[in-house]
């Protein structure tokens, strides 16, 4: 049996460190749900953490440059939508 609170809704999402300046913890998102006609909603950030060393993006260069991190950040929509199911897509865009 699988239990499901449906109306605590959240979405995550898996972001290089060097993007974090644009989702400031409290901050609003605006993002796109392609099951529900592309709707675009806001989205308020409540949780980030780093995903730990294993999760990082390769320097550019060989030498004199560093890994980025990748964080976890989620968020909670703004408005109520009831149409939105776990396991749906939810893309961020600026």
């Given at each position: 049996?699988?239990?499901?609170?449906?109306?605590?809704?959240?979405?995550?999402?898996?972001?290089?460190?060097?993007?974090l300046k644009?989702?400031?913890?409290?901050?609003?998102?605006?993002?796109?749900?392609?099951?529900?006609?592309?709707?675009?909603?806001?989205?308020?950030?409540?949780?980030?953490?780093?995903?730990?060393?294993?999760?990082?993006?390769?320097?550019?260069?060989?030498?004199?440059?560093?890994?980025s991190k990748?964080?976890?950040?989620?968020?909670?929509?703004?408005?109520?939508?009831?149409?939105?199911?776990?396991?749906?897509?939810?893309?961020?865009?600026?």
């Amino acid at each position: 049996m699988s239990l499901l609170k449906t109306q605590d809704k959240w979405v995550t999402f898996n972001v290089r460190e060097d993007l974090l300046k644009d989702m400031p913890l409290g901050g609003e998102i605006e993002v796109m749900i392609p099951a529900l006609d592309k709707k675009k909603v806001k989205a308020r950030i409540y949780y980030s953490r780093d995903l730990g060393s294993y999760a990082t993006w390769q320097a550019t260069k060989a030498t004199g440059q560093w890994d980025s991190k990748t964080f976890e950040i989620k968020a909670r929509p703004l408005e109520d939508l009831p149409e939105l199911r776990p396991g749906m897509t939810v893309v961020y865009f600026k």
